[in-house]
T-cell receptor, first 113, second 115 residues
């Protein structure tokens, strides 16, 4: 069966510090991978998605970037965090071939102070 | 692009009552409509989904209906229980690869079931 791992679960970072969140998927090959952000009490905002290694599409221009160095690894990064980057970050995957069902990781609660 | 509107934003019901959450979508080419449940501090989890060739789908106390002509779909929860309390998200997509296959989510409905 497929599983998705996301870490860390919580993170407190000062403004201007770098960020690296990692997500890995097991039990499937060539998944579509996604990063979503959820501000407190708000909806799910798609940040980045990837259909393959090195292929990243950005949905919202911002202070963040994403990379996919391996087939089942997706990384969210920032060189300098802003207060507005605080939120609940969720990694997700779907099957590549016609897969609409989205499966989410457990999320990272990021607080930028 | 697709736009999904979800109502109400908050919903409070008594235990045992029914709850209905409604969503409308703008892209007539959308053909896949899932619903996710997110408990506080947890990940969203798929609870039911429907495709455009089906008008209704049921799974125990949960049902989803789709009206393609009006471009709206609804989640129905019967005999609500306190553990149904959560935020519910609807979503829509064209259901194939590339950016057009990406799910577009509604803003969510916070459901509170009072014992």
């Amino acid at each position: 069966s497929q599983t998705i791992h996301q870490w860390p679960a919580t993170l407190v970072q000062p403004v201007g510090s770098p960020l690296s969140l990692e997500c890995t998927v097991e039990g499937t090959s060539n998944p579509n991978l996604y990063w979503y952000r959820q501000a407190a009490g708000r909806g799910l905002q798609l940040l980045f998605y990837s259909v393959g290694i090195g292929q990243i599409s950005s949905e919202v221009p911002q202070n963040l970037s994403a990379s996919r160095p391996q087939d089942r690894q997706f990384i969210l990064s920032s060189k300098k965090l802003l207060l507005s980057d605080s939120g609940f970050y969720l990694c997700a995957w779907s099957a590549y071939a016609g897969g609409e069902k989205l499966f989410f990781g457990s999320g990272t609660q990021l607080s930028v102070l | 692009g697709e736009n999904v509107e979800q109502h109400p934003s908050t919903l409070s019901v008594q235990e045992g009552d029914s709850a209905v959450i409604k969503c409308t979508y703008s892209d007539s080419a959308s053909n896949y409509f899932p619903w996710y449940k997110q408990e506080l501090g947890k990940r969203p989890q798929l609870i039911i989904d429907i495709r455009s060739n089906v008008g209704e789908k049921k799974d125990q106390r949960i049902a989803v209906t789709l009206n393609k002509t009006a471009k709206h779909f609804s989640l129905h929860i019967t005999e609500t229980q306190p553990e149904d309390s959560a935020v519910y998200f609807c979503a829509a997509s064209r259901g194939y690869g590339g950016s057009q296959g990406n799910l577009i989510f509604g803003k969510g409905t916070k459901l509170s079931v009072k014992p």
